[in-house]
């Protein structure tokens, strides 16, 4: 990708976080920069040069308001995206898109769905206290995730275990009945929190509380957006030692496009 496109991509994706930071502060929902976004504040004062999204994150229960507050208060040229707002989406993460505005990943480009440039939402939820039941449901959400994008491997033990688990998982029924029913009624750990959505077997997302606090808005590019109170803590929970770039062959942004534009929207025949 060109610098050029890659820096409108970077100015939309602003664009977008602007917007999301005057509707939390309108409904009193106090929300973080994440992953990337965070690390980039942090160490950059922005994006990281090659990123080409934006994440943010909230803790369950500001996410729920905000959600109830945003589909109250549409906000015009932007679309609250989850699984109910757009049937033809089914990934578990929340996204506020761009209208009139393409961002196409190659596995999503034949889904009837809204396909506008973006800013992640992720959730922080409750902790589970039991050590095991916590597992059982990081499986869960992780075969479920993986069930969601037909997410297949070439090789290793994942070559046979995920067509079986897509295939178990499809639907999402299990993923339901264990989050309404099951998870709700779980002893928590009121000192931790974990955002189950993005667990993988090899990296997990547990944080302390404590390290979040009061949003603390620092620069980025220009504009003012809020990290965590302890951002060192959070970020080397996600990367290790977060102030040192990765070397120059692994300084890529994550995307692929079928489509990509700035101007018009996508919809597949």
């Known amino acids: 990708m060109d610098q050029e496109t890659l820096l409108k991509i970077q100015q939309t994706a602003e664009e977008i976080l602007l917007v999301i930071d005057r ?33 943010i994150i909230m803790f ?19 679309f609250f995206q989850d699984v109910e707002t757009d049937p ?10 761009k209208d009139n505005t393409a961002f196409v990943e190659p596995y999503v480009k ?5 396909h506008g440039l973006f800013v992640d939402i992720f959730v922080l939820d409750d902790y589970v206290k039991n050590g095991f039941l916590r597992r059982v ?27 079986i688990t897509n295939r178990i ?26 955002d189950i959505a993005s667990f993988t077997n090899s990296h997990r997302y547990d944080f302390k509380r404590e390290w979040f606090g009061e949003p603390k808005y620092v ?9 965590p109170q302890d951002a060192a803590s959070v970020l080397t929970v996600c990367y290790g030692d977060f102030m040192t770039p990765p070397p120059p062959e692994q300084q890529q942004g994550h995307h692929n496009f079928h ?11």
């Open 259 to 269: 489509k990509l534009s700035f101007t018009e929207g996508y919809m597949p025949d």
């Open 60 to 78: 369950r229960a500001d996410y729920e308001k905000l959600r109830a507050y945003w589909l109250a208060h549409p906000q015009e040229g932007y």
């Open 88 to 97: 033809g989406y089914n990934i578990k993460i929340t996204k506020i898109r």
């Open 169 to 194: 998982f499809r639907g999402g029924g299990i993923f339901r009945f264990w989050y309404r029913r099951i998870f709700p009624k779980l002893k928590k750990d009121d000192s931790m929190c974990s």
């Open 219 to 227: 620069p980025f590019d220009g504009y003012s957006f809020p990290i």
């Open 23 to 55: 509707v939390t502060k309108e409904a009193g929902t106090p929300y973080y920069l994440f992953y990337g976004s965070a690390l980039g504040a942090v160490r950059h004062h922005g994006f990281i040069p090659w990123d080409d999204d934006a994440d």
């Open 110 to 114: 034949d889904r009837r769905m809204h």
């Open 137 to 163: 449901g990081e499986y869960i959400t992780m075969f479920d995730y993986n069930a969601t994008r037909s997410y297949k491997k070439d090789s290793g033990v994942g070559k046979y275990i995920y067509p």
